[in-house]
Structures are given as structure tokens and as C-alpha cells.
């Protein structure tokens, strides 16, 4: 799937001729002409990159990007006619990832698009990789693996026990009863009696704090169990 790029410049000759060179780097391009108009666009578009000038009429470059800061993590590329360090500045700060000012090299600018692209594929993609791990101190758990690392050792738990431990671990702060623990992992109502949990968290401590530096499951007297923020 090709990448999508809004081009937001109230001049319709920087607009056609960004146009020009993205297409002919592969890229799909929307042309927005005020910062009004880009935002309606990103309402209904997948938008992977965005060059936005920060001097338009109504609502400005710079406003557009504190909007959009608000809800996407977008690349933006910052175009001004204006040479000064605090017109920098102010766009980097607002949110931008990148600036060029006018007149402005076309070919330069395709290179800094392949460049921000290339590190938000791999951004997003390492955060794909690790949504599914948990750190905790020298614990991680991978559920993607269904494996506990404490450090470099590994813990073999069962699948009960991994499934009581994530669901502490993705909750850290939460206090959960034992009827909680068992409903939620064993899929079935509890009754009064059931000593269940208590057992195979028993079973999970002895296995961690055998190799943890601390203490990472903490009893709550009378109420249940949790791990720490």
C-alpha cells in the first residue's frame, strides 16, 4: 500500500510542484490549501506524512500542528518563508518533526520524507513488537511467547499460572480478590471454598522470588493480590 502525504500550502505552485516529485517517488498526495481544510481531510483520511506551511491566512501552520498533536503522531515537515531560529523552534516545539525553509531544495525534501517515513515504519513497528511484552524490574513477560525471563533465567510456569501473573502484571496497582483471579482466568463462577488461587500463587512466588531482586506479588490482607506500579 502506498503511503499517503497532505500537502497543506496556500501557494498553488509549491502545492502542484510537491505534488509533482512525490508522485514521482511512488506516494499518494491530497493537496489541502488552508489549515481548515487540512483538518477535514485528516478527519477522513489515513494520512501517513504531512508537509504543512506555517504561514497560511485563517488558521495557521502552527495551530494545525498543535490540533493534530492533540490526536495523530503523524510525521509533519514545517515549511516557512521565514528564516529566523524561533520560527524553528516554535515548530519543533508545537509538534513538528522536521523543517525547511523557502525557497527549499524539492529533491532535499523527498529525501527528509523517505528519512521520516522510514523511522515511523520502524517506530511503530518495534511498538508492535513489544505490546506484548511486560517489564518489571529484571521480569519481562512476553505473552506473545507465553515466556517469563527474570533476567537472564527462565521461568517455567503453567498456563494458569502465566495467565494469574500477566493479568497482574497489565493491571500493576489494581488490587484483585481471589474470586476476581478465578473468574477472569478459569472462565468459571467461583464458589466459597475454592483454594485455588491461593495454591497456585503460592506456586508463582516460590518460582519467581526464587531469581527476583524483589518482591513482585504483594498480599493485600482481606482483599486480594497485586503487583506494584
Known sequence: MKNKILVVDDEKEIRNLL?????????????????????????KEDIQLMILDIMMPG?????????????????IIML??????????QGIMTGADDYMTKPFNPLELTVRVKSLLRRAYYFNNKLKSNKNII????????????????????????????????????NRGRVFSTEE?????????????????????????EKIERYANNKIIHTVWGVGYKIEK
Request: charged share 35%.
Open 181 to 205: 483471579i478465578f473468574e477472569k482466568v478459569w472462565k468459571e463462577q467461583y464458589y466459597q471454598s475454592n483454594n485455588t488461587v491461593m495454591v497456585h500463587m503460592s506456586r508463582i512466588r
Open 19 to 43: 505534488e509533482i516529485y512525490l508522485l514521482n517517488e511512488g506516494y499518494d498526495v491530497i493537496k489541502a490549501e488552508d489549515g481548515r481544510e487540512a483538518l477535514n481531510i485528516l478527519d
Open 135 to 170: 517489564e518489571i524490574e529484571n521480569l519481562s513477560i512476553d505473552k506473545s511467547k507465553h515466556k517469563v525471563m527474570i533476567g537472564e533465567i527462565e521461568v517455567v510456569l503453567t498456563s494458569r499460572e502465566f495467565d494469574i501473573l500477566y493479568l497482574l502484571a497489565s
Open 80 to 89: 516557512s518563508a521565514k528564516s529566523e531560529d524561533m520560527d524553528k523552534i
Open 59 to 75: 488558521i495557521d501552520g502552527i495551530e494545525v500542528c498543535k490540533s493534530i498533536r492533540e490526536k495523530l503522531d503523524i510525521p
